[in-house]
């Protein structure tokens, strides 16, 4: 049996609501609230399936109200019974799965109802998994585990949704401050409507994740939202405990250490040209140049050249930018008597500087290759 709770301001759209869910099969409707608070409260402490609220309330907006109740039930099924027409229903950004419009058509709460007993089935299959750490990725593309060594990109309903939730992950555990995702995500909305597009994106969040059960839970305070994660490993997170691990790097770790560099399969959150995520993706990147030259230059004191030059072109290809594998090139190739090497090596970082920076490579560089340059010369 499918319990079922109603909200609605308006006593007539409650009754004819609740009038047309008893036409329906395995539907038991335990309270029918015209208070929302009220409504909230017997919604919290009772055992219920779906809610069915309107989206126009006294008090407290519809969706603010569903994203209260998604923080302490995340599981529970929310279904908004708005007037507006679908043009406007599609301004709140939600799911053509949750909502009917009033009046509200008989064959278009039938499906509405078929559709919240198939997604049931489906969290009941997905909660015997329910106990297992699953691994998310965020270097490179964003996806997660769905099932054992399976992986989904995940889909978002806006992008706004999408950049909340990635925002809110990488500040996880900390709180975020309700007006500084404004500033963020909404900056040229007028603050009388801003609130409602957050409560949505908000929204969106935890339907998307409503599949993960537990593993993440976002807690609502009066100042913002904190994002929590259990058995959830992020690629990112293991790789950089796994890395820090074997730094200091010896020759007896720089297997083990290649191995863990294999692992960093593309920048953090590199598919999206998000702002404040640069200053992460910048450490993180940090952490990877910092072992590959120590790898590289582990190559080198073994005499290893062969592997030290694959080490730092590795670099050059992956940052440009970095004329310390440059400079570490041009001096083995200048030890391996590979004269034409070390000048094409030089050439190249030139080239490279001019183009990116409009700039020539630091002067000690180019000290060191002019002094080269006279010696090799010289008789």
């Not at 301001?9 to 329906?24: I, W």
């Not at 908000?202 to 807690?219: A, C, D, M, N, S």
């Amino acid at each position: 049996m499918m319990k079922v709770i109603l909200v609605d301001d308006e006593k007539l759209a409650l009754n004819y609501l609740e009038r047309q869910l008893l036409k329906q099969d395995g539907i038991d409707v335990i309270g029918r609230f015209t208070n929302p608070l009220l409504g909230r409260e017997q919604i919290l402490q009772q055992d219920v399936d779906v809610v069915f609220l309107d989206i126009s309330l006294p008090e407290i907006n519809g969706i603010e109200l569903a994203e209260q109740i998604l923080e302490r039930k995340p599981n529970m099924h929310v279904v908004f019974v708005t007037a507006y027409n679908e043009h406007a229903v599609k301004a709140f950004e939600l799911n053509a799965l949750d909502y009917i419009v009033k009046p509200i058509a008989a064959d278009r709460l039938v499906k509405t109802i078929d559709r919240i007993r198939d997604r049931i089935k489906t969290e009941s299959r997905e909660a015997d998994s329910a106990d297992r750490t699953i691994r998310m990725n965020v270097l490179k593309q964003v996806a997660i585990e769905t099932s054992p060594g399976e992986f989904s990109i995940m889909q978002w309903r806006t992008t706004k949704a999408q950049e909340l939730f990635l925002y809110l992950l990488q500040h996880r555990g900390q709180l975020v401050r309700k007006s500084a995702l404004i500033e963020l995500l909404w900056p040229e909305y007028e603050m009388d409507k801003v609130y409602s597009q957050l409560y949505t994106a908000v929204y969106h969040i935890r339907k998307t994740l409503e599949p993960h059960g537990e593993r993440f839970q976002i807690t609502n305070t009066t100042e913002g939202y904190i994002l929590k994660i259990q058995d959830v490993m992020l690629d990112v997170e293991e790789w950089e405990m796994k890395l820090s691990s074997l730094l200091p790097l010896t020759a007896d770790n720089i297997d083990r250490c290649l191995e863990m560099m294999k692992l960093y399969t593309g920048h953090y959150l590199q598919e999206h040209d998000y702002w404040w995520a640069e200053s992460e993706r910048q450490r993180i990147t940090g952490l990877w140049l910092e072992a590959a030259f120590a790898i590289a230059k582990q190559y080198v004191q073994q005499n290893k050249f062969d592997q030290a030059i694959t080490s730092y072109n590795t670099i050059c290809k992956q940052h440009p930018l970095e004329e310390e594998a440059y400079f570490a090139l041009m001096k083995i190739y200048d030890t391996l008597h590979n004269y034409y090497m070390v000048q094409r090596q030089y050439e190249q970082l030139t080239d490279v500087f001019v183009k990116e920076l409009n700039e020539q490579p630091s002067s000690y560089i180019t000290e060191w290759y002019n002094l080269w340059k006279v010696n090799i010369v010289q008789p």
